[in-house]
């Protein structure tokens, strides 16, 4: 089955800063890569997400790469804020399920 | 206000009393399943159905069973609660399978099993 890992478990930036998370996965079925936001004690948000047929998608702070071959995709934020402190997971499907990373935990410092 | 609800949102429980947490969507999605959240292991699927009547198991379905009689609910049934499934649950829904899985996820349930 498929198996997601992410790096790295914590990550701390000052504000303003760019930060990047980066998840790999075993599944070359694997098609559809979201990336979810939990803030504490709230349910996970989709943030971004990005199929398999696209290289890169950006929304305003927000991108996310995807390389097939390698079996990598990545989250980068730039001109952190510290509303952007939260856990981030990564997650890959094959249409049937959906297999999350473990999580990084971004602190974003004032 | 189309939304995915979880019952209860916290619950207290002792060892072997069967439980049931209830999750209800109103978006009309075909796709529904279930993780648990535990610290360090992200979020771990439990059991995951397709449609009414399809159920399948995720990767830690031991100890859990699921149904789907009606498409917008989806309960989680712990026959005999053990302390180690003590833990944070999250339902989650997707409109259909085959477009990638855009998962909705209910408020989440905060259980412990003493």
Same mark, same amino acid.
């Given at each position: 089955?498929? $198996?997601?890992?992410? /790096?790295?478990?914590? &990550?701390?930036?000052?504000?303003g800063d760019s930060a990047v998370i980066k998840c790999t996965?075993?599944?070359? #079925?694997?098609?559809?890569?979201?990336?979810?936001?939990?803030? &504490?004690?709230?349910?996970?948000? @989709?943030?971004?997400?990005?199929?398999?047929?696209?290289?890169?998608?950006?929304?305003?702070?927000? #991108?996310?790469?995807? $390389?097939?071959?390698?079996? /990598?995709?990545? &989250? /980068?934020?730039?001109?952190?804020?510290?509303?952007?402190? #939260?856990?981030?997971?990564?997650?890959?499907? $094959?249409n049937n399920d959906m297999r999350f990373g473990a999580g990084?935990? @971004?602190?974003?410092?004032? | 206000?189309?939304? +995915? !609800?979880?019952? *209860?949102?916290? %619950?207290?429980?002792?060892?072997?009393? =069967?439980? !049931?947490?209830?999750?209800?969507?109103?978006?009309?999605?075909?796709?529904?399943?279930?993780?648990?959240?535990?610290?360090?292991?992200?979020?771990?699927?439990?059991?995951?159905?397709?449609? +009414?009547?399809? !159920?399948? =198991?995720?990767?830690?379905?031991?100890?859990?069973? +699921?149904?789907? =009689?009606? =498409?917008?609910?989806? *309960?989680?049934?712990?026959?005999?609660?053990?302390?180690?499934?003590?833990?944070?649950?999250?339902?989650?829904?997707?409109?259909? *399978?085959?477009?990638?899985?855009?998962?909705?996820?209910?408020?989440?349930?905060? %259980?412990?099993? !003493?």
């Open positions: 089955g498929e $198996n997601v890992e992410q /790096h790295p478990s914590t &990550l701390s930036v000052q504000e996965y075993s599944d070359s #079925a694997s098609n559809y890569f979201p990336w979810y936001k939990q803030e &504490l004690g709230k349910r996970p948000q @989709l943030i971004i997400d990005i199929r398999s047929n696209v290289g890169e998608k950006k929304d305003q702070r927000i #991108a996310v790469t995807l $390389n097939k071959t390698a079996k /990598h995709f990545s &989250l /980068h934020i730039t001109e952190t804020q510290p509303e952007d402190s #939260a856990v981030y997971f990564c997650a890959a499907s $094959n990084t935990r @971004l602190t974003v410092k004032p | 206000e189309a939304q +995915v !609800t979880q019952n *209860p949102r916290y %619950l207290i429980t002792v060892t072997g009393k =069967k439980l !049931t947490v209830t999750c209800s969507q109103n978006m009309n999605h075909e796709y529904m399943s279930w993780y648990r959240q535990d610290p360090g292991l992200g979020l771990r699927q439990i059991y995951y159905s397709m449609n +009414v009547e399809v !159920t399948d =198991k995720g990767d830690v379905p031991e100890g859990y069973k +699921v149904s789907r =009689k009606e =498409k917008r609910n989806f *309960p989680l049934i712990l026959e005999s609660p053990s302390p180690n499934q003590t833990s944070l649950y999250f339902c989650a829904s997707s409109p259909r *399978p085959g477009t990638g899985l855009e998962q909705y996820f209910g408020p989440g349930t905060r %259980l412990t099993v !003493t």
